[in-house]
Each structure stands twice: as C-alpha cells, then as structure tokens.
C-alpha cells in the first residue's frame, strides 16, 4: 500500500466488481485527467466539508454548491451528531485487502436504547443518479471502519445527491444487517483478490463509460467492432413482429458499447492533438465559455442599479445571462464579463466530404 495512491480505490469498487481485469488495464493505460466536472465536484466537496465543520462559505464556492452542502449536512444531522463524526478521515480496508484504502466523505456511529448503528455518507455533486442499494463504493469504507466496532448490528449506507433531478429522492439509503453486511463483504474480498490476479479477464459492461483506460482496451475495441457489423446488417423486407423487438434490443445495445468506444477515443485523439501530434480527419477548434462577470460584486451590483436592475443574489450575483435577461444592456454587460475559451474535437473533413457529394449529385 502506498501513502498517495490506493491500488484498490473504493471509488471503482464497482467497476472491478464487474470488470476484474480494469484495475490492471487503469494501472497501465488509465489517464487522470481533471475534466470541468471533477474540479466542480472537487470544490463542491470541500463545501460540504466546511459545511459539516461549521465553518464560514469561502467567495470560490457558487450558491449551488453552498445550497447543496447546506442539504448535506441536514441529512447527515438527522442521523449522527455532528461531534460524533467522522468527516474526510482515511480507513484502511485491509481486512478486505492490503492495498486497500480511501476516505470517506462522514461516517459515524449513533446508539440507541439496545443497540449501535453504522452510517456511512456519500456526497455526490454530479446530475447522474447514483444509489445507494449494492453500491460497493461505501460497503468497502463500512468494512474498514467496523474491523474494531464490533459492537454494530445494522449499517445505513447514504448517498446524498442535491442535483439528481431523475430519482424520487435526493437522499438514498441502504440499509443492512449484520448478516447481509458479512456476505456482501466476503463477495467484496473475492473480488479484490480476482481483481488483483494476473489472470483476470477483461467484461464489457455499463461500468465501461467509467474506465479510464477503455481508449485501450482490448475487450471493448472488439465488441465496438462486433456492434459496428450488426449495425451494417441489411434489414430484412416484411420482417415478422415477434422479431422487431429482439432486433430493436440488439441495436439499441450495440449503440451503448459503440458509444463507450467513442467517447474513449475522441478522449484519446484530443489528448494527441493537444500534444501537438496529427490525427486524420480531427483537429481541435476554439470554443467560447459562459460569461463570467471580470468585477467584484459590489461593482457588479452598482452596474445594475444604472438600468434600475437589482443583480443581487444572496450570497453572491446573478450571472452575466441573467442580468441581460432582466433588463440590462447586453452592450454593457459584455464590457464587464469575459468568456473563458475551450477547444472542442471537430471533424476536420466535414466540408471535405460534403463537396464530394455535392459534385456526385452535379455529375448525375
């Protein structure tokens, strides 16, 4: 075990679970790329911390982040007092393996008349569902937590979403017993070992879109291959109803993988680009951002107050967008904002190719 990085991350328990060969093919091909979303949530996740620890919202944190950390620890109260926990501490989950280890977000302990209860929160910042039911990610910092608790009979394991929009809850639990929780924890152990061993076999799956190295995997560029021919089959004249459906579930399911494949390789040729290196058909084309006000908010307030607009938004401002929408100038409005610039991955040989066709139709 290593003092930066855990070989064995509860974060991609999951994918292990369901791809034993990731964790070799992540160890080696696997990029760690900070995307806009991970920084978000990154800081998103310092908030919460602040918010647990009683501390004042710093000016980096926007108002969602600080709605969202406020939501979080009004869950996490209902549970466990706040002296009692346990907030961004490192657990070593050496009782599952010993490279394994991670840091949960809050757990603690809470008694009742008879006896002692395990809840284990999960902050989750992003607009993809994630739930707590079988979710390997908390059940390994569980198992690191009770090696020496023996005294707990039940575990509650949270998720607590702000931003999930889709499920009927935005705090979602898992509830177990001590029985449930000792089998799931020897299905865990096994995995770990498998995962570990140099035989283990590379699974397609949904956990694909969450490999870091898929770019480089051998199982997924096959069976993106595979969909690509069942998509170019030929569609047979009167095909019979009872069919329809199976064909429909093939293609729709051929379309999943061949995404995973995509979204993998356009991550891999605009690192090339990036790198300054040639790739057929793609270059990389300027983008602009979101306004972003480049004045303090006082300033920004004065500014409205001009047009007889009140831009104020407890803690902050409202954004750049939303000024011009409730009535001020959008020539003065762009004095005072910039727009940050990102390079997005673009075909190169669009307007190539459409030449081409168009000539075709002109020779016809």
Known sequence: MTDTHSKLPPSSAARRMACPGSRAMEERHGRNDESEASVEGTLAHACAADALADKDYGDQYTQEMIEGAKYY??????????????????????????????????????????EAHLHVFDYKFGFTPVDAFENWQLLAYACGIL????????LYLHIVQPRDYVSPSRHKVWVLTEGEFYEYRQRL????????????????????????????CPALRQAAFGATEIAYRDIPQGIEPKFVGNELKLLQDAQELLGYRITALETEVQHLLQAGVNVDHY??????????????????IELGL???????????????????????????VLKYTDRKQSLKLSRSDVK?????????????
């Open 283 to 300: 270059e990389l084309k300027p983008v602009d951002g979101r306004m972003a006000w480049n004045i303090p908010a006082s300033d920004v």
């Open 189 to 216: 152990i096994e995995s770990e070992a498998w995962s570990m061993s140099p035989h283990a076999p590379l699974v397609i799956s949904e956990q694909c879109k969450y490999c870091k190295a898929r770019s480089a």
């Open 73 to 114: 620890r009004s869950t996490v109260e209902r549970f466990v007092s706040l002296g009692e926990l346990h907030v961004e501490e490192r657990v070593n989950i050496d009782n599952v393996h010993p490279d394994m280890w991670g840091t949960p977000d809050a757990y603690g302990i809470a008694y009742t008349a008879d």
């Open 147 to 154: 090696k020496n608790r023996h005294e707990v009979r039940k």
């Open 352 to 364: 190539n190719a459409r030449a081409v066709f168009s000539k075709l139709k002109q020779t016809k």
């Open 306 to 332: 001009l047009d007889g607009v009140n831009l104020a938004k407890e803690p902050d401002v409202i954004t750049p967008a939303q000024a011009i929408k409730a009535g001020v100038k959008q020539e003065t």
